[in-house]
């Protein structure tokens, strides 16, 4: 075997294991806000991932969520449509909603539990737009809700999503 060959090979291993060796961000605190998704008239309760350890924790190891409950991850820029979210240690299925940056959703997924302990193996979920923020709520609730493209979410500010933005 040509040395130069065997060299890379036995140089790409730590990369190889250090993938498979990716720890789980430890339990974070989350401030909660509550919001208004759509024509729902029902608030949603939301944690609030700003910074980059919560948004890497995320809802990982959570083994329910309430109807509705859900995380809502803010980022200070835009973010790339090729950047993604996945199910790596998430045991629950959940909805996401990608959203531009007036709150508007721009893409949705439901997206299953990946169950392998290896983060190389879980799908990453990219909804190929840029955007800035992104609502996970449990699996099913878009179309439980008809929560569709373009609908927005908004922050009550005190009030109840039907008395701001109920139908008139």
């Not at 890497?56 to 859900?70: D, F, P, V």
């Not at 959940?94 to 949705?108: E, F, H, P, S």
């Not at 955007?131 to 996970?136: I, R």
Request: aromatic share 12%; net charge negative; proline share 5%.
């Amino acid at each position: 075997m040509n040395y130069r060959v065997l060299f890379i090979l036995i140089s790409a291993l730590p990369f190889c294991s250090l993938a498979q060796q990716w720890n789980v961000p430890e339990p974070q605190e989350f401030d909660k806000t509550e919001v208004c998704l759509g024509e729902l008239e029902q608030p949603l309760t939301v944690e609030l991932a700003d910074n980059q350890q919560q948004q890497a924790r995320g809802l990982m190891q959570r083994e329910s969520l309430g109807e509705y409950n859900g995380m809502w991850f803010r980022y200070g820029n835009e973010r790339p449509g090729y950047s993604g979210f996945w199910m790596y240690q998430t045991l629950i299925p959940l909805d996401i909603a990608y959203l531009d940056r007036q709150g508007r959703i721009v893409k949705t997924f439901t997206m299953r539990p990946c169950g392998s302990d290896d983060p190389t193996q879980c799908r990453s979920y990219s909804p190929g737009k840029n955007y800035w923020s992104v609502l996970e709520v449990n699996g099913g609730f878009f179309a439980e809700h008809d929560i569709r493209m373009g609908d927005q979410l908004r922050q009550t500010e005190g009030e109840s999503c039907e008395q701001k933005y109920g139908k008139e």
